[in-house]
């Protein structure tokens, strides 16, 4: 069984940052692609980005492309979001998942698949 466990969310003004967080436990992270999805109030879920299991492949939604960053540390089995240039709309319930099936094209790949996810944190984005 793997665990994963979401933090840094919080309330943070338009225009701001915010680095959100995902301690993986249970089993061997590099293992596993990390994808990063998102839920809005009243919304369907959102795949955000992902990360590949070696953290030399990441890629993004449209609607986030430029602004958020993904990345990882196998050693500390972690993985990051780094959200610049926050917007209301990005108002919403931040989820990881992890995926153990290799993913054959990750540019094409929008989070399909995923075995294991956390709770979830919530960001809200005053304007």
């Known amino acids: 069984q793997v665990q994963l466990e979401e933090s840094g969310g919080g309330l943070v003004q338009a225009g701001g940052s915010l680095m959100l967080s995902c301690v993986v436990s249970g089993r061997t992270f590099s293992n596993y692609a990390m994808g990063w999805f998102r839920q809005a109030p009243g919304k369907e879920r959102e795949f955000v980005g992902g990360?590949?299991?070696?953290?030399?492949?990441?890629t993004y939604a449209d609607s986030v492309k430029g602004r958020f960053t993904i990345s990882r540390d196998n050693a500390k089995t972690t993985a990051y979001l780094q959200m610049n240039g926050l917007k209301p709309e990005d108002t919403a319930v931040y989820s990881c998942?992890?995926?153990?099936?290799?993913?054959?094209?990750?540019?094409?790949?929008?989070?399909?698949?995923?075995?294991?996810w956390g709770k979830g944190t919530l960001v809200t984005v005053s304007s």
């Open positions: 990360i590949s299991r070696g953290g030399t492949s990441t």
């Open positions: 998942a992890v995926r153990s099936e290799i993913i054959s094209s990750f540019k094409t790949w929008y989070g399909s698949g995923m075995d294991y």
